[in-house]
């Protein structure tokens, strides 16, 4: 005997809101998504420019959690992440929402294999800076903090990408 159980929106994978102003553009390279765009090259509409961030972020930490679904299952650990996240992701797209989202993104990165490989399709040397490098000096203490302030997280991440280059005791292959 199958046990039925309802399907609802939530369990159909890649259903997700489509905004026309994502239409348009391409996905944000990782870098830009981390870091942000170079002063040279931000509109006059900030505002805007900061929603399609959010967005774009929205989307790949959605995409995150149901590959967590995929990996773990329907656990109690599971629920209790999609909660977590779900909070994170109802946040508003100001500098702590936005922060939050990046620190949550780079936490993936660090975690997550398959994150990982889909980012250095497109900037394999960033990707691995932070694999190797970076992130393992950083996400710990920021665990040991509790997460509590994201926006350090990648204020350390993108000074130590671009412009800490030097070897911080990982091996090099």
Same mark, same amino acid.
């Given at each position: 005997? /199958?046990?039925? *159980?309802?399907?609802?929106?939530?369990?159909v994978? !890649? /259903?997700?809101?489509?905004?026309?102003?994502?239409?348009?553009?391409?996905?944000?390279?990782?870098?830009?998504?981390?870091?942000g *765009?170079?002063? @040279?090259a931000r509109g006059?509409d900030?505002?805007?420019?900061?929603?399609a $961030?959010g967005?774009?972020?929205?989307?790949i930490?959605?995409?995150v959690?149901d590959l $967590?679904g995929?990996? @773990?299952?329907? @656990?109690?650990?599971?629920? *209790?992440a999609?909660?977590e996240?779900?909070?994170?992701?109802?946040a508003?797209?100001d500098?702590? !929402?936005? &922060?939050a989202?990046?620190? &949550?993104?780079l936490?993936?990165?660090h #975690? $997550?294999a398959?994150?990982? @490989?889909?980012f250095?399709?497109r900037?394999?040397?960033?990707?691995?800076?932070?694999?190797?490098?970076?992130?393992?000096?950083t996400?710990?203490?920021?665990?040991?903090?509790?997460? *509590?302030?994201?926006?350090?997280?990648?204020?350390m991440?993108s #000074?130590?990408t671009?412009?800490?280059?030097?070897?911080?005791?990982?091996?090099v292959?």
């Amino acid at each position: 005997m /199958v046990h039925e *159980q309802l399907v609802s929106l939530a369990h159909v994978l !890649g /259903v997700h809101r489509v905004h026309s102003q994502d239409l348009r553009k391409r996905m944000q390279p990782l870098s830009t998504l981390l870091f942000g *765009q170079p002063l @040279t090259a931000r509109g006059k509409d900030n505002y805007v420019e900061v929603a399609a $961030l959010g967005r774009s972020l929205d989307r790949i930490l959605g995409g995150v959690m149901d590959l $967590l679904g995929r990996e @773990t299952g329907e @656990t109690e650990a599971y629920a *209790q992440a999609k909660r977590e996240w779900g909070l994170l992701l109802g946040a508003e797209y100001d500098y702590a !929402g936005i &922060a939050a989202r990046r620190a &949550a993104l780079l936490f993936a990165l660090h #975690t $997550l294999a398959p994150v990982r @490989t889909h980012f250095a399709k497109r900037e394999p040397e960033l990707v691995a800076d932070l694999e190797t490098r970076v992130l393992p000096a950083t996400i710990p203490s920021f665990l040991s903090g509790m997460a *509590q302030r994201p926006e350090a997280l990648v204020v350390m991440c993108s #000074t130590l990408t671009s412009m800490w280059r030097e070897n911080m005791g990982e091996r090099v292959l």
